[in-house]
């Protein structure tokens, strides 16, 4: 594991260490969703806005953390990051992350794994090929062992979400989340130092 990726592992750590098991609404957690917010340029937001998934400006905000800097294709949507990242690996296009297919690559910490939205159909990598606005969720792996992947990640969980960690297991070609309403569909890896 690369300086950077173990930089975000860290991060993602320090942050469910801080903010793990409290509501999206309490302090100190909705103060703090209010700084992701604030760096992907949203002030009018906080952990106080129910309605606005806050899971893609987590990732976006720890990621910027563990020093990406302008590398990441930053956004409240997770679903233009992997469009842009699996681009990217498609073309060949010198860039700091690339997102690939579950079945082409061994998934470590530090890597972005993205998935459906609990509750919503499973996502195709060739379909996100070609699509940047949908519905979906990503977090950060922190641990691998075996067929067990452990993931830190922001808006977990039922309404009001949480900063949590989540295991996914790989079945039959497959990572899904334990309780199996998640499918990883792209692994976002990165090549910084």
Same mark, same amino acid.
Do not use: C
């Given at each position: ?10 991060? !993602? ?8 098991? +409290? !509501? ?12 992701? =917010? ?16 806050? #899971? ?5 905000? &720890?990621?910027?953390? !563990? ?11 997770? #679903? ?14 010198? #860039?700091?992350? =690339? ?7 061994? +998934? ?6 993205? &998935? ?35 993931? +830190? ?41």
């Amino acid at each position: 594991m690369g300086g950077f990726s173990n930089k975000l592992v860290i991060k !993602a750590q320090d942050e469910l260490a801080a903010y793990g098991g +409290i !509501a999206e609404h309490v302090s100190p957690l909705k103060e703090r969703i209010g700084l992701y =917010w604030d760096f992907l340029k949203r002030p009018d937001l906080d952990g106080s806005d129910h309605e606005v998934p806050w #899971s893609a400006a987590f990732v976006s905000f &720890m990621v910027n953390l !563990a020093g990406a800097n302008s590398t990441f294709p930053y956004s409240a949507q997770h #679903s233009v990051y992997f469009y842009r990242t699996i681009n990217d690996k498609v073309i060949k296009k010198a #860039s700091a992350f =690339w997102g690939f297919r579950l079945s082409e690559v061994t +998934i470590e910490p530090g890597d972005i794994i993205g &998935m459906n939205r609990s509750g919503k159909p499973p996502i195709d990598y060739d379909w996100a090929m070609t699509h940047s606005d949908y519905f979906s969720h990503s977090d950060v792996v922190v641990s691998v062992s075996g067929k067990t992947v452990e993931a +830190i990640g922001g808006n977990v969980g039922s309404p009001p979400g949480e900063v949590a960690r989540k295991i996914f297991t790989h079945s039959g070609g497959k990572l899904l989340n334990k309780s199996k309403t998640q499918e990883v569909f792209v692994v976002i890896k990165n090549f910084l130092p």
